[in-house]
């Protein structure tokens, strides 16, 4: 089969299950994974001879597509942030709602870091400043973050210890240091240290918003890492807010992605808990997704 032949075969193949935009992305992965070829080869080479043996491969991959396994786990890896990641079906897949939320938090160290000098009860010598993530999941937070900024000491903590070990290959992947430990954040008392900044992307999504959820997400993503119970769905910010009240430094701040439907909900959570400066910010789809607040 060519190449081009191989490209009407893949769109035939998936065209009652997927949008255009997704087939795309698909085909544009699978060619690079499998014949180290790029999209504009479809045009610069339509001639491309498929091995049998890879087509075979390929028609594997093609099956599973069809049973809404995510291409992700099919690889075992994807990008975020502009680096690569291992994923597997242990951890969820990182979204680029996320990506904004760690774009966000860069924007804002450097005027912490000046907060934090003015302060002398917090100086350090190295202006050294001291991170954490919780629920880590693969480490995207915590990685990219390790890898755009300098000076910092960044941990990182999740329930699941075979979440953590794809953590661990992800900051050796990308060649940061990252603390991680495992850590039922529910049943925690206190945290190792004081951090001037925490952040945290728990699970948000209620049980009654399941029907929203596509079924290649709720088929194989951790449902540890995704659902919370109907009548208690601010669970985890609640606990990690009381956390921070113990162990942000002065002037530290906490960063949280959000369910969108509960924005209103955790601003005033995060008040009623003494916070202060609650800023919430939308999404690149319009919908109500981080938010920053302080301590006096």
């Known amino acids: 089969m060519t190449l081009k032949e191989f490209k009407i075969y893949f769109s035939e193949e998936l065209s009652s299950m997927y949008p255009n935009t997704e087939k795309d992305s698909f085909f544009s992965i699978i060619i690079e994974e499998k014949l180290s ?3 504009i080869d479809t045009v610069l080479k339509p001639d491309f001879k498929i091995d049998d043996t890879i087509f075979a491969e390929i028609k594997t991959i093609i099956e599973r597509l069809k049973n809404e396994e995510p291409i992700q786990y099919i690889f075992g890896k994807t990008e975020f942030y502009g680096l690569p990641f291992y994923v597997d079906g242990n951890t969820l897949i990182p979204r680029p709602e996320t990506e904004e939320l760690v774009e966000w ?10 907060k934090i000098q003015s302060c002398t009860s917090t100086k350090n010598e190295n202006n050294t400043l001291s991170i954490l993530d919780i629920g880590t999941g693969t480490g995207c937070i915590p990685i990219s973050l390790a890898k755009n900024l300098q000076n910092v000491a960044i941990s990182a903590i999740d329930i699941s210890s075979e979440a953590l070990k794809i953590a661990k290959q992800n900051a050796i992947l990308n060649k940061v240091e990252v603390d991680f430990f495992e850590l039922d954040i529910l049943q925690a008392v206190k945290l190792p240290q004081q951090y001037d900044i925490i952040v945290s992307n728990p699970p ?10 596509n ?4 088929e194989n993503e951790p449902h540890l890492a995704l659902f919370v119970d109907d009548e ?4 985890f910010y609640k606990k990690i807010a009381d956390l921070a009240k113990q162990h942000l430094s002065k002037n530290g701040l906490l960063f949280f992605e959000i369910n969108q439907y509960l924005g209103k909900e955790t601003v ?6 003494g916070f202060i400066d609650i800023e919430l910010k939308k999404d690149l789809f319009g919908n109500n997704r981080m938010i920053k607040s302080s301590l006096n």
């Open 268 to 273: 005033k959570m995060l008040k009623d808990k």
């Open 204 to 213: 948000y999504v209620r049980e009654l918003e399941k029907a929203e959820i």
């Open 232 to 235: 208690n769905p601010l669970i």
């Open 215 to 218: 079924n290649n997400v709720l």
């Open 37 to 39: 070829l790029q999209r």
């Open 105 to 114: 938090i860069l924007l804002c160290v450097q005027d912490l870091k000046l």
